[in-house]
């Protein structure tokens, strides 16, 4: 395999080509794909012309698709992850050399016979036609028409047509029709390697125009390489995956083999298990949207696939080993991501085996009333609330004999996704703008943002938007405007006003006209369309398209952003300082008065490494270091090793912000190189300080560290203290209630009062936290006398008022207290069942208009169908409350209700139970 990989890089290499590294797989300003799913795609801006410095070029590169997860192990073609060998040329070779080459290789460097290779091509290429006749080749070239050998990037763009080569695996892998041939959708004849000659420019009538510069991409998946040259028939029979899949047979107990359901299952886990891991290093977390929802889903059918073959607890995090030492050597990257893949990947399974352990008990359940069909509706409400798969519900369903309704299944998911979008439209109070008609309107208009040179300037209004009409207007003379108070938009023709972005959130301010007046204030700045700032407004003054005004940030507000941003930077280093360089940013905000990062993390920060990061922060400002942002090539962020965040798009030229003397070359003098487009102070002392606010949890797998810096840390603490001053305010009030409490029980004054109470609006704030927690202490001890006090009054009422009878062959006990808690019910209904034997409990307490109510079955006749949960329901319908629980015990309230008349309606529940049970 990595002889494979070598000999393709070092033959192109020898062809003058620049041998390129493989990028991440998820793509690097790039933020309208996923994943990078071809070897092309790290060379989009040499195909587009927007960059130049090579016209030669070979990779081996990471890829993902996610149209091909449900195809996986069906066939020899389908995989998620696969590593894509690729030769291009940007306006330099052409058809002749690619085909040449590709031929060359295949048949003197990977050794492969032609009896078995078919080259194809478009249908109306006569140029490679020929070409290919030139070659030594065995089978004739087929020719194929343009939904398999014709690429074009769109209806309108570049295009041009392909030439596929084809493998015979032998009529055994085949559908056995006679016109089976390359291009057939079977595994016989196989696509090696696909030639793309990007030659033309599709107009809207279909006519095409010869490209100025033609350009060659090529792609050959290494997997389908190295079955050929292995002679096998199926990627999954390589090096590439067996290994994987034989540790897998050891944890699972059983042969690949064995069954075709558990072949199928076996390749899925290993090709599963490759993409997992590959998904996690890269710091992707399991969720519900995009990348997230991919590595999920992966992980979970995996999992799933598992079950199927009988095991029940978590184990694809053990196939990362096997994973790594497949490609751990080539991608040492992955190799060093090993414990934060492993974590990833643990924790979501144990979170998908918990789901299943609750959705399966649900279904069991439902089972045991064995009914003949499950409803499509039951079947969704076990996928939509419980992550219980379809399919295990149609595996348990049919093991047990019962049908299910897989058409109102969908049709119960149809709604369901039209329910979701209904209210997702619906959502929001800013309507809807055609931001993108506005600019096809106005071509050559480009808001243009001059914030990082100053706070204030001159400008004039470009366009208005009216929130009441949701119109935007550019005409000065048009009826839209903004009226005195009326709520929209304003965009400039340039402007100071930071818009949000990168976690920063956007700036304020105001906008004067050209005599002084105030004609709008300023909430909030977005960029809606890369080609607009707008900002927020209540209007003043009327503001009207083309009016000359001057813009104004706040600058308090923009200045304590820019301390928080600044120290954001320093909190993303210190982490990976502190915690491991595998940490990433996970998301961010960047306010005035605070800031918060999530990050890739699989368990809590303890309080000594929180303290480690605070102080390599705290140290870091204290040096005073200079910030520098500067605009670089893209290039550079992979020279450099800056830090950048997953999918963000940067640009051409983004802009880098350095922190730390002289580190532009030397990554040992700088404390932190990151890709942003935010403000931030020009040196670290500005901040003054940082402090840890708090650190939580954000997701499984994400964690999140808050935090205030610069003179909103004074403020910070001055309304922390203000806390602690109201919280012992609130404490001595509860401790004087509760002392009340016991002295009105006992008859006597309770003795444990501090010698003396601190004034909360005088006393220091250290004295202030000790006498809180010696308050804690004393509230603990209170609370624990007071249930000791009840207890003992209860039990002095155990056996008063408790009424014992019989309904047909049940023994019922009643009864009735004043102010027991529900635990306490509980525990002398179960006290009560034991003295019964046999029968059905109500004890019920009241508390002011409340009243609260346990039921207890015992196990003999819960166990013949009596249900405590479905009696509690029932009384609670009487009190007008609420009410559930299992069948030998449920608990509900509701109002206060006259004791004797609800002992009748539950006895008459009774009853009605026991006659329902005797008559099934």
Known sequence: MSQLRSRFLSF??????????????????????LFTSAGMVPFKPYFLGLKSGISRAASCQRCFRTTDIDRVGTTARHLTFFEMLGNFSFGDYFKGEAIAWAWEFLTKEAGLDPKRLTPTVFKDDEEAYTLWSKQPIVNPVVRLGEDTNFWAVGPTGPCGPCSEIYIDLGAESGCGKPSCAPGCDCDRYLEIWNLVFMQFDR??????????????????GLERLTLAVSGKKSPFETELFWPIMEAAADILKTLPGKTPQTKLAFRIIGDHARGACVLAAEGIIPSNVERGYVLRRLIRRAVRYG????????????LVDPTLKILGEQYPELAKARSQIENTIRAEEDRFLETLEKGERELRAILESKPQQIAGEVAFKLYDTFGFPFELT????????????ETGFARAQTQAAEVARAGWRGSGEKPSINYEGFVKANPGLRCEFHGYQTMSLETRIVGVIRYKKAELSTDPNAELQLLPGDEGEVILHKTPFYAEGGGQVGDRGVVFDDVGNKVAEVHDTQRPHPDIIAHRVTALRLIRPGLKVKAEVDRHHRETVRYHHTATHLLNAALRQVLGPNVRQAGSLVAPDRLRFDFTYPKPVTPEQQKAIEDSVNAAIAADMPVEPQERPVGDVDSL???????????????????GPKGWNDPQQRYSLELCGGTHVHHTGEIRHMKIVKESSVAAGIRRIEAVAGPALEEHQRMVEEGHRKQ????????????????????????????????????????????IEALREL???????????????????????????????????????????????????????????????????????????????TADLAGKGQHAGEIARAVAEVIGGKAGGRPDFAQGGGRDYDWDSLVKKFTALVETAVKTKSNR
Do not use: W
Request: proline share 7%; charged share 25%.
């Open 728 to 771: 012992l305010e609130e404490m001595l009030e509860k401790y004087l209630k509760l002392t009340a409490e016991v002295q009105e029980l006992t008859g006597k004054p309770f003795k444990a009062i501090p010698r003396r109470l601190p004034d909360p609006a005088t006393a220091p704030l250290p004295e202030i936290k000790r006498s």
């Open 12 to 33: 192109f290499d020898r062809r003058a080509h620049n041998v390129i590294a493989s990028s991440p797989i998820v793509p690097q300003g790039d933020p309208t794909l």
């Open 394 to 405: 149609k595996e348990i369903c049919v093991g047990a004999g019962v049908a299910v309704d």
């Open 307 to 318: 079950q199927l073959l009988g095991h029940r607890g978590p184990f694809l995090h053990r």
């Open 779 to 857: 509230e603990k001890m209170l609370k624990a006398e007071l249930t000791n006090l009840k207890s003992q009054a209860l039990a002095q009422q155990a056996h008063v008022g408790r009424v014992v009878f019989e309904v047909g062959p049940l023994k019922v006990c009643v009864q009735k207290f004043k102010e027991a808690e529900i635990a306490t019910l509980r525990s002398m209904s179960d006290q009560i069942k034991g003295e019964l034997g046999s029968g059905v409990v109500l004890l019920g307490s009241t508390e002011g208009e409340k009243l609260s109510f346990v039921v207890g079955v």
């Open 641 to 659: 090793g800056a830090t950048t965040l997953l999918g963000e798009s940067y640009g051409e030229r983004p802009r880098f912000v350095l922190i």
């Open 203 to 220: 107009q809207a009538d279909g006519k095409l125009i010869p490209l100025p510069q033609r350009n060659i991409d090529t792609g050959m």
